[in-house]
């Protein structure tokens, strides 16, 4: 920029330096002229007596010509910048000098009477003398003789010198000096290599955890607290709402589960968004607790994932199912999209997977023998191994041959027995539960379990789950035949399996399909299957009705958890924005905790999180896309030894 500005101001310099030339050489050829005009005397009479004579002996053609000549070079004077050298300076012996491209013309007369330099000067003078005849031509009053005007010879009358900078005025600023100077162009931005955007976001996302560490720095560790009692010390209490605007807004919490390598980090499944935008349609955000500002890592689905699960055998591994029935593999090490998914089919088979929403997965097995359970709406039970999600192991098609109208089983949630992972159970979208193996066994084929309904719900299950088994050591009683199951008819209830339940109320003969919706309940059916094989002559099943059901909710209740250690302690959520706790020792019929989450918005799901002492802290998903994080007090969460499960096992003699 400094260089184009001192170029600007060379050329100006320059171009102020011509025009003051050009001024000054007009002005001496005026001067000059006007000299030239006036008749001048000569200084010594003598010569101009004999310039005089010898012109008059000239012919008068030649005088003519030689006057017009001279004329000509005067005229020459106000316009040629080689002129000024027609008038000759006189120097102190009296002798004249010649200034090149003078007229020769009128000098051949007078060098026969002076020397070659006295010839240039008569020449030269001759020149002057001319023009001073052909004016005295035309009448003119006389005039006064003028003061001659004595030249001196000196350079400065035939060399020119440039002006001095000193007397330089400053130039006005050009238009295009005083426009701004337009600014250099940026050059582009070096493109940062993979690693080094991996370190950035690695090491910026641990200086997070550091600031968000939750740490009083002003505890006074002199004062002795008062054993008054806290009104908080027994209630829910809100910690962090967890919510990124700009990649979750108007997106709903679908599903969530936590790690069992990291107890900090909790997976959440999103749909897509309400409005059109570039995003991926579906997302799973890994949530830090100690990164409560974004994700620990995004993951992309190119449509809403229904379900999600973090494998307990892989901790970098996280599963998703999908609206379009496709399952997906995320790796924390490779970011971004699926490393390995299933095919995208249209119709469901053995070969290619599901093609219906995907609401359920399930791990099953240990660390060195697992496979992953998927089940989808079209009644399709899929296994798969994690290494190769191109073709599923094994499937089963689920059908229901007793069903008055259809024989297709719609599942909307499925769970695995903690001790028997042959065996699974369903819940349908019609609001029954059915069992069902997924091998042969003597007796009984592959398959729903026709023999057992359960019924107890009205409208479609939104969440099934069976008891958790106890880590780390036998428990004083084994509650594995327990299962919870919520719905959209506003309750929740506790199921116990059929093959341990000691007297099951059996369904009047003749035909009749039990259902809680009176509506559905019927005796006539004209499903296509229930007349082939043996079907029509089957034995009708028997009916089972849950232990306990609670009905304390206002709305729809969207999911149900076991706590993973206390065997009485469960949690819900309804779609009016309203987290319970119940404790069954405690009551079967009003629960323990209640909260609204902050704006009373809907709630999807509810996550215990999964640590090996105790479990302290759950998550509840909302229908906004915000997931937040509450706190339970120790005395709630932390069992009383074995008295809990004597409880346990008393309150579920009672209500049998």
Known sequence: MSARRAEIEAKRAKLERMRQERAARQQRAQGLGESQGKQETPSRKEDLDALVASLITQDAREADEGSLGASTGGDSLRTSTGSDALHASTNDGGKMESAPGASVGTMDTATSTATSTAASTAASTAASTADDAVMTRAPVPPAPAPIPQKILYSKEVQTESPPSPDLV????????????????PTPPAEELGADFADFVHAKSAVIERVLDEDYDVLTDYTHVPTDAHDPNANALRHVHTFFDAAILDTRSVTDMD??????????ASYNRQRTPTHDADGLVAVWNMHLRERPEFT????TDVTSVLASPFHPTLYVGGTYSGQILLWDARQRGLPVQRTPLSFSAGAESGHCAPVYSLRMVGTAQAHHLVSASTDGLVCTWTMDMLAKPQESIMLTNPLHPRSADVGIASLDVPADDATRFLVGTEEGNVYGAARYNRAGAAAGLDTEYVYVGHAAPVTRLECHPAPRGRSAPADFSDLFLTSSMDWTSALWRTADRTRSAPHSASGYHYAHANPRIATSTRTNPLAFRGGAANAAPWTVIKPLCRFENQQDYVMDVRWHPHHPALFAQVDVAGRLEMYNLNYSCERPLLSTATPGG???????????ADTSARLVVGGMDGRVHLYELPESVVTPRGDAEWTEMQQVLASAS
């Open 169 to 184: 005025p400053t130039p006005e600023p050009l238009e295009e000096a005083s426009a701004t100077p337009p600014h250099p």
């Open 258 to 267: 936590w790690s069992s390598k990291h107890p900090e980090l909790l997976a």
């Open 299 to 302: 993951f992309e689905a190119p």
């Open 601 to 611: 918005r809907g709630l999807n799901r509810v996550a215990w999180e999964r640590r």
